[in-house]
């Protein structure tokens, strides 16, 4: 699992680079992923999702990849743009017969003109 | 449409002091959340309700009172609360499908609640 920590951990780009931001997920019955973005003073935006029977899944300038050996997920934003600046979470659903997801503890990421 | 709606979207009240959160969606979905945020920390889950009926509390003090009047609205009731209890409460929700391990949670803008 990942430990509380008092900062954030932050991943500063400059704009137009690719961006990598990782998480390591805690449960390996954990058969579900999304990866949430939260735009300061705003609500979690889902991104994208992926299953556990998936190890990569793109979308619009972003990719998931799953490593369900060493319970490791990662999100790669493609020509990083300021907007994309915010923190990102990523958030496991443990088939639990409920919906309740774990997130893990965030990334800054900056993005500098 | 993905949009969860919550009002209002700053709060300030005293200890004494009762008010309810709304939480509002239009999607369908039957299974409704709260989540407690604090700066710089990730969400975490307050209450479940799943078709209507509150499925998950976890250990939330009873200054906490969630009610679903219906399968499109959510509220928390709020009565002497302490400072400590200042943050975003965000409202989520998700179609909860039986049998779908895909069930994704869709957010609020949050209630930014300061307690005085």
């Known amino acids: 699992g990942e430990s509380v920590g008092l900062h954030l951990p932050t991943l500063s780009v400059q704009e137009g680079d690719n961006s990598i931001i990782n998480c390591a997920y805690s449960?390996?019955?954990?058969?579900?992923f999304i990866w949430y973005k939260q735009e300061s003073g705003k609500g979690p935006q889902f991104i994208i999702d992926?299953?556990?029977?998936?190890d990569k899944r793109q979308g619009q300038r972003v990719t998931v990849l799953l490593n369900k050996t060493v319970k490791h997920l990662s999100l790669q934003i493609a020509a990083t743009q300021p907007g994309d600046s915010a923190v990102y979470f990523c958030a496991e659903n443990m088939n639990s017969g409920y919906s309740t997801l774990t997130f893990g503890k965030g990334t800054m990421l900056l993005v500098s003109p | 449409d993905t949009e969860v709606t919550q009002t209002p979207k700053h709060l300030v009240m005293g200890m004494t002091n009762k008010k309810s959160l709304k939480c509002e969606q239009h999607m369908g979905h039957r299974a409704m959340y709260w989540y407690k945020q604090k700066a710089k920390k990730p969400p975490e889950l307050m209450f479940v309700?799943?078709?209507?009926?509150?499925?998950i509390n976890e250990s939330v003090p009873s200054r906490f009172s969630p009610e679903c009047p219906n399968s499109s609205l959510l509220n928390l009731h709020l009565h002497a609360l302490q400072p400590e209890d200042s943050a975003l409460y965000l409202c989520?929700?998700?179609?909860?499908?039986?049998?779908?391990?895909?069930?994704?949670?869709?957010f609020g803008p949050g209630t930014r609640l300061t307690v005085l």
């Open positions: 449960n390996s019955a954990s058969d579900y």
């Open positions: 989520a929700s998700s179609r909860r499908r039986s049998g779908d391990h895909t069930d994704t949670q869709y």
């Open positions: 309700y799943s078709y209507e009926k509150l499925s």
């Open positions: 992926i299953r556990s029977n998936m």
